[in-house]
């Protein structure tokens, strides 16, 4: 099993230390985010700043309780699944959960040096997945997965996407199926690299038909 593969329990010690993190690969640019960015801003740079905006908000609403909630239990992560504007959200999602971050622990306004989101296809994993869904009954859900793609959205946090041969119409008892067998598979390791926060069952297009919490 690939070293990503990680559970809720893994990261819990680590809590504070991912705190502690927070400002890691940023520059030293401005400390207030402008008020909007420009369209020729980098992608990371528009994502932070949307980012930072929520966070800001979560704190100024939540107070520093919220912090905990946005950091370590993965709300800012979360949050991005639907954050608003999806164009600037989707062109570097890690951009936007590291705003979202240093927002609402009150940390400097310091945008990424670099971007942030990397995607990374893992077939290991797929062949790991088919290989125990043939022995627990899910042999013909999992014969429907094609592709599983890690999505890094940072040093730490990532997303597993599982391309699944349902088009945008089946999003009833097959798609669901096999997420769910995915998303049980997945359960049953505790990594202690990374933490993966949501399973997105895709379509051969691209589109997400499933999320599960992992």
Not at 78 to 92: F, I, Y
Not at 153 to 178: F, H, K, M, N, P
């Amino acid at each position: 099993m690939t070293e990503w593969r990680g559970g809720r329990r893994a990261w819990a010690p680590a809590a504070l230390g991912l705190l502690a993190l927070l400002t890691v690969s940023c520059d030293t640019g401005a400390r207030r985010p402008a008020s909007a960015a420009r369209p020729t801003a980098p992608a990371r740079v528009a994502a932070y700043d949307a980012g930072w905006r929520t966070g800001r908000e979560i704190l100024d609403s939540g107070g520093k309780g919220a912090a905990v909630r946005e950091v370590v239990w993965g709300g800012c992560v979360r949050r991005s699944l639907t954050a608003r504007p999806r164009e600037v959200v989707d062109r570097d999602r890690g951009a936007w959960v590291l705003g979202c971050r240093h927002g609402v622990a009150g940390a400097p306004h310091r945008r990424p040096a670099r971007p942030l989101t990397r995607r990374e296809p893992d077939p290991g994993l797929l062949a790991d997945f088919r290989s125990w869904a043939a022995r627990h009954g899910a042999k013909d859900s999992a014969s429907r997965a094609t592709r599983v793609v890690l999505v890094h959205l940072g040093d730490r946090d990532y997303d597993v996407e599982l391309t699944g041969a349902y088009d945008a119409g089946d999003r009833a008892a097959g798609a669901a199926d096999l997420a769910d067998a995915f998303a049980e598979w997945w359960d049953g390791d505790d990594g202690e690299t990374g933490v993966a926060w949501n399973l997105h069952l895709l379509t051969p297009d691209g589109e997400r038909l499933v999320t599960r919490d992992l």
